[in-house]
Antibody, heavy 124, light 109 residues
Framework: EVQVVESGGGLVQPGGSLRLSCAASGFTVSSNYMSWVRQAPGKGLEWVSLTYTAGSTNYADSFQGRFAISRDSSKNTLYLQMNSLRAEDTAVYYC??????????????????WGQGTLVTVSS | SHELTQPPSVSVSPGQTARITCSGDALAEQYAHWYQQKPGQAPVLAIYKDSERPSGISERFSGSSSGTIVTLTISGVQAEDEADYYCQSTDSSGTYRVVFGGGTKLTVL
C-alpha cells in the first residue's frame, strides 16, 4: 500500500529553521517525482517545490533560496529544509507523490498520493 | 507566470448538477487536474488529464476542456460532495512548475 507520512512540524520562532520529513512506503521516493505543497489556515493549496527522479529540483519563486528539498534513498524519505521562517509560512505542509505522463505532449503532471500533512506554526 | 482562476463558491441542491470552472492561458496547452478536499483532510485526486477519472472516484465526476477553460462537472450532487475543489496544472515553461487554482467551495444546499 502506498503511503506517505509527514513529520517535523511544530512551533518555531520567526527567523528560525525547521526540517520536515516525509517517510514513504509502498514505493521508492527516488524513482518518483515528489513535491511539497502547503496550505495556510483557511487558504488554498500552494505548491512549494518538486524533486525529479534525476535528482534536480524546482521551486516556486516565493521559496527559492529559502527552502530546500532533498531526499535520502537509504531511508526512502523526502525532506524540506525551511530557513528564515516568517509568520506567513504558518501552514500545513503536505508531501505528495506526483505522476508524470510522458506519453502525452506536453507531459501531464499531477499528484496521486498525499500525506495527511504536518502543521508548522511560526510565532514568537 | 501561470495563473488559474476559479470561482470562490458554487452552490447546488441535492440531485442537481454542479459545474466548477478553472481558467488560465496555459490551459490551452497544458492538461488540468482536479482535487477534492474535505475539511481536515488531505486533497484527493478527482480528475486527471482534463477528463480522466481515477479508480475509486464516482462516475458522477467528469471533466472537460475547451480552450483556456476546464470544467469539473458533478452530476446528481450528494451531500458528501460538499468540499473544496482545486484545479492544478503546470506552467508552459517546460520546467514542471506546478500551479493550483484558488479553490472553489462547493455547498450542497
Amino acid at each position: 500500500e502506498v503511503q506517505v507520512v509527514e513529520s517535523g512540524g511544530g512551533l518555531v520562532q520567526p527567523g528560525g529553521s525547521l526540517r520536515l520529513s516525509c517517510a514513504a512506503s509502498g514505493f521508492t521516493v527516488s524513482s518518483n517525482y515528489m513535491s511539497w505543497v502547503r496550505q495556510a489556515p483557511g487558504k488554498g493549496l500552494e505548491w512549494v517545490s518538486l524533486t525529479y527522479t534525476a535528482g534536480s529540483t524546482n521551486y516556486a519563486d516565493s521559496f527559492q533560496g529559502r527552502f530546500a528539498i532533498s531526499r535520502d534513498s537509504s531511508k526512502n524519505t523526502l525532506y524540506l529544509q525551511m530557513n528564515s521562517l516568517r509568520a506567513e509560512d504558518t501552514a500545513v505542509y503536505y508531501c505528495a507523490r506526483f505522476r508524470v505522463d510522458f506519453v502525452v505532449e506536453p507531459p501531464a503532471i499531477y499528484s496521486d498520493y498525499w500525506g495527511q500533512g504536518t502543521l508548522v506554526t511560526v510565532s514568537s | 507566470s501561470h495563473e488559474l482562476t476559479q470561482p470562490p463558491s458554487v452552490s447546488v441542491s441535492p440531485g442537481q448538477t454542479a459545474r466548477i470552472t478553472c481558467s488560465g492561458d496555459a490551459l490551452a496547452e497544458q492538461y488540468a487536474h482536479w482535487y477534492q478536499q474535505k475539511p481536515g483532510q488531505a486533497p484527493v485526486l478527482a480528475i486527471y488529464k482534463d477528463s480522466e477519472r481515477p479508480s475509486g472516484i464516482s462516475e458522477r465526476f467528469s471533466g472537460s476542456s475547451s480552450g483556456t477553460i476546464v470544467t469539473l462537472t458533478i452530476s446528481g450532487v450528494q451531500a458528501e460532495d460538499e468540499a473544496d475543489y482545486y484545479c492544478q496544472s503546470t506552467d508552459s515553461s517546460g520546467t514542471y512548475r506546478v500551479v493550483f487554482g484558488g479553490g472553489t467551495k462547493l455547498t450542497v444546499l
